[in-house]
């Protein structure tokens, strides 16, 4: 059973930066691509970005495209999403994602795995 924990979610000032970090199991990470959503309260999930296997190619949604950026590390079974500038509207439970086959990258139903989620709290 594959394995993805989340970590690194806090409370943040606007305008601060924030690092969440995604363990996977490595059998897992080296077969799937890779990708982080967001939930905020009353909201449905929404792609916030993706990377493939290589870590070559990456995607974002606009509402964090040049403010957010996904990473992986194959040596630790890790995929990452730095996030600068935060805004009040980044305030969601962010959660990571393993894609086995692929599919588009902003559809939920592309995803095999999930993880638990790790809360980010943007404040004023």
């Known amino acids: 059973q594959a394995q993805l924990v989340e970590s690194g979610g806090g409370l943040v000032q606007a305008g601060a930066s924030l690092r969440l970090s995604c363990l996977v199991d490595?059998?897992?990470?080296?077969?799937?691509?890779m990708a982080w959503f967001r939930q905020a309260p009353g909201k449905e999930r929404e792609f916030v970005a993706h990377i493939d296997v290589s870590g070559d190619n990456t995607e974002y949604s606009e509402s964090v495209k040049g403010r957010f950026s996904i990473s992986r590390d194959h040596l630790r079974s890790s995929v990452y999403l730095q996030m600068n500038s935060l805004k009040l509207d980044d305030t969601a439970k962010y959660f990571c994602?393993?894609?086995?086959?692929?599919?588009?990258?902003?559809?939920?139903?592309?995803?095999?795995?999930w993880g638990q989620g790790t809360q980010v709290t943007v404040s004023s």
């Open positions: 490595e059998r897992t990470f080296s077969i799937s691509a």
């Open positions: 994602a393993a894609s086995k086959f692929g599919g588009h990258v902003g559809v939920q139903a592309t995803y095999d795995y």
